[in-house]
């Protein structure tokens, strides 16, 4: 999906881990989507990255080569925010993506 976005992959797996807990949410949610705030479970993890897809975001994110522009994508505005319930979804999605950038040459490695 990076590569049909445009975008290193990095920044989609910070994203990924952040929005799952590193693959802990058993939902097959891999990007935190929801409905009235009640996460959305899909039935396998294609479906997920699916809706994704679909989603505004896809389109929005696309292109964004770096994590700061990728991120301020995110913030948007206070209406069109990926998650507007935390202040400091910003930060700590930074700080995901970072750890994603420190761990993926030890990941590709172990291949």
């Not at 209406?79 to 990941?107: A, F």
């Amino acid at each position: 999906m990076a590569k049909d976005m445009n975008v290193p992959p990095n920044l989609l797996l910070g994203l990924s881990a952040y929005e799952s807990g590193w693959g802990r949410n058993k939902n097959n949610n891999l990007f935190g989507s929801s409905i009235d705030e009640a996460p959305i479970q899909y039935p396998t993890l294609d479906d997920s990255v699916d809706a994704f897809r679909k989603s505004q975001w896809f389109d929005r994110l696309s292109g964004k080569s770096d994590p700061d522009s990728f991120v301020g994508t995110m913030l948007g505005g206070q209406s069109n925010t990926y998650n507007s319930k935390n202040s400091k979804y910003g930060s700590e999605l930074r700080s995901v993506i970072d750890t994603v950038d420190h761990r993926l040459p030890i990941w590709e490695a172990t291949k």
